[in-house]
């Protein structure tokens, strides 16, 4: 299991709230508490094929909370300065990516599921889906 900060600035751990006892163990998310943001949409990745990847792109207004519901994945983040990998693989440790992020995840175990809450509704304007566009407009930015 991968616990380290990312180098990314935009990026950090969150401790996921929990409770264990004999019968195993139980994770909440609960809105106003504990995310950096108003949660306002939910999704999943899951049957991810062999050797596929999702994201790839950034957000100009979206922040992410991704959780690790079971399986593990791999994490690529990079703000236009820095870049780093962590691995996502305990659901009571979610990885919260901020604005102008570029994010890929890849390297799914099969049966993987990794939920990720959002602060934003869906909007196609504000993804930067080409990375040459993405570090021009994080230059720029600068």
């Known amino acids: 299991m991968t616990r380290r900060e990312p180098l990314v600035g935009n990026c950090r751990w969150i401790a996921v709230p929990g409770a264990a006892d004999a019968r195993g163990r139980i994770n909440f998310v609960e809105p106003g508490k504990g995310l950096p943001f108003a949660p306002q949409r939910l999704f999943w990745l899951h049957d991810i094929a062999p050797g596929q990847w999702r994201g790839r792109h950034a957000h100009r207004r979206t922040e992410l909370v991704l959780i690790a519901m079971s399986g593990s994945c791999r994490v690529s983040v990079d703000d236009g300065r820095a870049m780093d990998e962590v691995t996502l693989d305990d659901p009571a440790l979610a990885l919260h990516i901020g604005t ?42 600068r």
């Open 100 to 141: 102008w992020v570029w994010h890929e995840l890849s390297d799914f175990a099969p049966g993987a599921v990794v939920l990720a809450v959002a602060s934003t509704l869906y909007d196609e304007a504000e993804y930067m889906r080409d990375f040459e566009t993405f570090k021009r407009e994080v230059a720029d930015r």
